[in-house]
């Protein structure tokens, strides 16, 4: 047993000696068109609070909607790249209930006729291959955005007061629905995250939303619930909400599995209901018990006219999809060379369109893989984020790299230049030119360096007349120590042993 704040966890593996987790996954993808989904409000984000708005998104009396086409259009690429049926007629319908982000008291969504449906897409979690089926993808409106001041959690409870941006009301959302999941237990939570990121990858291919978990056009809802080793009824499931990274997706369905195991080992019961997650600990919190769908008083929306998508318009969009995710990856391992392990990694960190733009900017991929795994990797671990929104872009890590391929700095210095990068300093070349880090290369002021270092150590400059090489790893050293790392290496070793027959 651990314990996290006041819940006391199962063992993982524990809990799953006894416990088979089922899940399902809610993806909910905003998209990038110009205005929103039934007013010509503008999408960007970051916008002055509640200045993208108008009647129809105030949900003003009398203001009626008009249908965004190239959403439409947006949303059966996306059913056809998850290989969905598209469905000749559907319809939206109102989805009710009060929250103050929702100005209307209901949300114009699709129900039981969504425009793409049974659907499937595969992802790969440690070398195995796992099938996730899809239920639907349906078109919807977004909600606005409640910012709760005051308190500790940033959340309702303990606020001082809330208030409301509806900049994001009515944006364009596609949900993306799986059908149950059932794997191997110990993989659920590795599944759940790679599944996410795949699904980053396939609609950022498509170009329909820049997928950015950090900036909400990417979230989850994680459903999970357990029943016991061998039985086939499902449990009473929780639904975790808007989780927004990938490293938080898995988190969450670890939790999840670790305290709804310690709750029915002690005979309690589950409830259904959405969960907050906390970033800072991986857990979750009671948010509110969860509605089921007649709840929702689900009815057609009378104010908008049914879309039937001709097949024609369908096999036209159908001829646009970019390569498969899977293909690509293939054909760029093929191209860079890279082993399975490494491309596996490379694919596992969220990394691969990073790298891929770094080598497409002049990077070597082995480089442009060192970098973005190794360097970034860990300050992204550092501050907790992911990988791709630390601020530096794949053509400022390419220009680092040319610095080092022109022998102006040297990997250690490339940290330094990364420092300066990340912090806003300017372009590499900047960065080396204000703090002064180009390598040394003047041979008077290197020679000068080298004959203070065979002064100082007269065993180990005999140790290297006498043959043994290697020994010049002490020199380089005190020679790069005093250089403060600026020196070139290889030239400072050509010098000693030039120095010394």
Known sequence: ??????????????????????????VHIELNTESKMFCGCATNFGAEPNSNVCPVCLGLPGALPVVNGTAVESAIRIGLALNCEIAEWCRFARKNYFYPDMPKNFQTSQYDEPIAFNGWTEVDVDGETFRIEIERAHMEEDTGKSLHVGGATGRIHGADYSLVDFNRAGIPLIEIVTKTIVVPGHKAPAVARAYVNHLRDLIGGLGVSDVRMDQGSLRCDVNLSLRPVGREAFGTRTETKNVNSFKSVEQAARFEIQRQAALLDAGEVIVQETRHFHEKDGSTSPGREKSDAEDYRYFPEPDLAPIAASRQWVEELRATLPEPPADRRRRLQAEWEFSDLDMRDTVGAGALDLVAATIDAGAAPQAARKWWLGELARRANEAEVDLSTLDITPQQVAGIQALIDAGKINDKLARDVFDGVLA????????????????VSDDGALSAAVDRAIDANPDVADKIRDGKVAAAGALIGAVMKEMRGQADAARVRELILEKLG
């Open 1 to 26: 047993m651990t314990s996290t704040g006041t819940v006391t966890l199962v063992d993982f593996d524990e809990a799953l000696t006894r416990y088979e987790p089922v899940m399902g996954l809610e």
């Open 424 to 439: 806003g300093e300017g372009s590499p070349e900047e960065v080396v030119a204000a703090r002064g880090l180009e390598v």
